[in-house]
């Protein structure tokens, strides 16, 4: 985020992070004061790789001893690695291979694909900060 000579924060860099910290913006939601107060808690970051079709994140929320990994890509590389999403209530379910091939065939083909959108998936997963410094420390630093 950069400020512009108007004096309002704008999104700089890749194209597909500019595009998401925008529609950010446009729900009013302060991006730049989030983004200001996670400064300095991210742990490990691994750019986008067209290889993997992902890149993730991971953020050290030290009130809470928790580290969440955030990942975001290709929706074929997400949804076939979860076990768990939400349902429209927020509630968590099962994600078993019969959704996910559901939500793969008829969301994102149907729905999104044919109509040459682009898709995006994003998914996290939590850690205590113990667990994810052995889980660092047993694949090299990442």
Known sequence: MEMNDKAF?????NNTEVALLK???RAEIPV???MRQKYGYVEASIPFSTIRKTSAVAMHYPNEDKVKIFVKGAPETIVLNCTS???E??????LDD???NEILADTVDKEFTQKS???LAFAYKEYRKAEF???KRNHNNF
Do not use: I, N, S
Not at 9 to 13: A, F, K, L
Not at 89 to 94: H, K, N, Q, V
């Open 9 to 13: 924060y704008e999104p700089v860099g």
């Open 23 to 25: 529609f950010l913006q």
């Open 32 to 34: 730049h004061e989030q």
């Open 85 to 87: 999403t939400y349902d």
């Open 89 to 94: 209530a927020g509630e968590c379910m099962f």
């Open 98 to 100: 019969e959704y996910q």
């Open 117 to 119: 959108l682009r898709v």
């Open 133 to 135: 410094d052995e889980l």
